[in-house]
């Protein structure tokens, strides 16, 4: 599955999943643009891929996905170095409850935003050759738990606003497809924050019935979330697609009843 000649722009890509995807995108001849908030990760990860894929196949580029201008500059810079964008992935995110603002705006119009802007270098409205979003959501738009109210509904926000936009591409003849990825527990350094009293607040007194369902449902490999995120990059037939990835039924995708009145 040769992704030669496209372009990906992936936030969060520095570590964890978003690392996975961007791995996934390099071993597939795709040029991609790491998009990611930590300055040292981020250079740490290019050097790294640099010196497997070779360069000049990706770039880095330090950026608060909460900062509206900055994003804006990411994404025309990845076009400006690779000369067009066919793939976005917006991935970044954060689990903190004490600051629940700061995860809606990570978590959840960051996403919008880059959706949107994502729609500005690739839909047909506007001119460009079209191309594909994955908004990465969760199981926990499934199963909510006690222990993050907000991040739970962020993930369901992520969902319901990739649906409506799936929609509106096909109805608008945008030519971008716009899917969602749902992965169950991932084993990344966000994991690890359910513990900490300085992400959760009051919350973190759940975390023994977290840790109960992690071990009750798995813990997955950021590389079987990339295989996921593949599938639907490639699959030219997903347009408003919601994937679920857990370890019981591996990759799978949520099933919705049609609209009736
Ligand atoms: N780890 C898990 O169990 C699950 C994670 N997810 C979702 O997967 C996505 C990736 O998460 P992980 O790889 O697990 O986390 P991670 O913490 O390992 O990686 C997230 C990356 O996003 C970056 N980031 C955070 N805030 C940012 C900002 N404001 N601007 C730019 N970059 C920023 C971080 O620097 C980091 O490199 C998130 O949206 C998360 O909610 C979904 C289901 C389960
Ligand atoms: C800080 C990161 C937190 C990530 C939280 C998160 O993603 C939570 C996931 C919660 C539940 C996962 C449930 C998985 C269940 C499956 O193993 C299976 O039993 C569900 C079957 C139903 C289905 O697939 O629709």
Not at 118 to 138: C, F, P, R, T, Y
Request: charged share 20%; hydrophobic share 40%; aromatic share 6%.
């Amino acid at each position: 599955m040769a992704l030669r000649g496209k372009v990906a722009l992936v936030t969060g890509g520095a570590q964890g999943i978003g690392c996975a995807v961007v791995e996934s995108l390099l071993k597939n001849e795709a040029k991609v643009s790491i998009v990611d908030l930590n300055q040292e990760v981020g250079e740490k990860c290019k050097k790294q891929l640099d010196e497997q894929f070779g360069v000049g196949n990706c770039s880095f580029i330090q950026c608060d996905v909460t900062d509206a201008a900055k994003l804006q500059e990411a994404f025309q810079s990845t076009v400006d170095q690779f000369g067009r964008l066919d793939i976005v992935i917006n991935n970044a995110g954060i689990n903190n409850e004490k600051n629940w603002e700061k995860t809606i705006e990570v978590n959840l119009t960051s996403v919008i935003k880059g959706t949107y802007l994502g729609l500005e270098h690739m839909s047909k409205e506007h001119g460009k050759q079209g191309g594909v979003v994955i908004n990465v959501s969760s199981m926990a738009a499934f199963f909510h738990s006690p222990h993050q109210p907000v991040y739970t509904a962020t993930k369901h926000g992520v969902i319901g606003f990739s649906r409506a936009m799936a929609d509106a591409s096909e109805h608008g003849d945008y030519g971008v497809r716009i899917n969602t990825l749902c992965p169950a527990f991932v084993d990344t350094p966000l994991l690890h924050s359910v513990e900490l009293e300085e992400n959760m607040g009051k919350f973190v007194k759940f975390k023994d019935d977290f840790k109960h369902r992690m071990r009750k449902f798995g813990v997955l490999t950021p590389s079987l979330v990339a295989e996921g995120m593949m599938m639907m990059i490639t699959d030219s037939r997903l347009n408003g697609a919601v994937m679920k990835i857990t370890c019981s039924k591996g990759i799978h995708y949520h099933t919705y009843e049609p609209l009736s009145a």
